[in-house]
């Protein structure tokens, strides 16, 4: 049986192999790669909205842990009780069980999103368990007026979709109160995957906004640049990373 299973899945890689190329030795963003625009993302998660959290499950039978690493980006946050974090990207809600047992009914979660009907499914959910301390904004993330002082800031497999990440990283930091964390769970070019397959994984999750461009901007280059302490962790083969960044004291 195991033989049976293992020729299936080599023929299954060599249809792939056929369908996207022996590219070169490496995966360069070409241009039908071009970041998807904001009224485009929009329109992509407003389609998936209503079956996203059921979607997004599916990928555990391919071995990918988004609960386990869901967890882990909340954990790296190290929020305590009457905390404030803002989430870019909220989606659905689906961190916001995480972020509520991390701050208490005392602490405060702001949600942010571009797409109405996944804030829609935000808020059936946080009505659903009763949470008073959830606000939820509907806006672009490179349009988001950061609150001064939050404790953390999250996105989870949102903001590699905005080519302004870079400057979204940068306001955010801004706003961080000393010690505070910018947390970054999303996807990357993996760098020893051949290339036919990153274009096959590509090409699979297109349909959510992702590019091979998106796959190399690099969140944890910007942490670098704008705060004092910064560490990324690889995920998932290396086509998935956790990226941490943390604010220093205010100079008095």
């Known amino acids: 049986m195991r033989r049976l299973v293992a020729t299936e899945v080599e023929r299954s890689l060599a249809r792939l192999e056929r369908a ?38 599916l990928y555990r039978l391919i071995g990918f842990r988004i609960d386990r690493y869901r967890q882990m980006a909340v954990d790296a946050l190290a929020l305590q009780p009457g905390a404030t974090v803002v989430e870019i990207g909220c989606g659905t809600g689906a961190n916001f069980p995480l972020l509520e ?23 059936r959910r946080v009505l659903l368990e009763g949470w008073p301390n959830v606000e939820l904004v509907r ?16 996105s989870t497999f949102a903001l590699t979709l905005s080519p302004e990440f870079d400057a979204i990283i940068a306001r955010g930091a801004r ?22 397959l990153v274009r096959a994984a590509v090409a699979l999750a297109r349909p959510y906004g992702v590019t ?36 220093g004291q205010r100079p008095s």
């Open 175 to 196: 706003a961080l109160a000393p010690g505070g964390r910018w947390v970054v769970l999303d996807m990357k070019m993996p760098d020893d995957w051949p290339p036919w």
């Open 20 to 57: 996207f190329g022996p590219a070169s030795s490496r995966t360069e963003p070409r241009s039908g790669d071009r970041a998807f625009e904001p009224d485009e993302v929009a329109r992509l998660y407003g389609k998936r909205a209503a079956r996203y959290d059921f979607e997004s499950r």
């Open 101 to 123: 047992r991390a701050v208490g009914r005392a602490g405060r979660i702001i949600g942010v999103d571009l797409t109405e009907a996944m804030l829609e499914q935000a808020r």
């Open 212 to 247: 091979l461009g998106a796959g190399v901007r690099h969140p944890w280059d910007s942490f670098s640049r704008c705060l004092p302490r910064s560490w990324m962790r690889e995920l998932y083969l290396g086509a998935a990373f956790l990226a941490v960044g943390v604010a």
């Open 139 to 154: 806006t672009d993330a490179a349009s988001f007026g950061f609150p001064s002082g939050v404790n953390g800031i999250l």
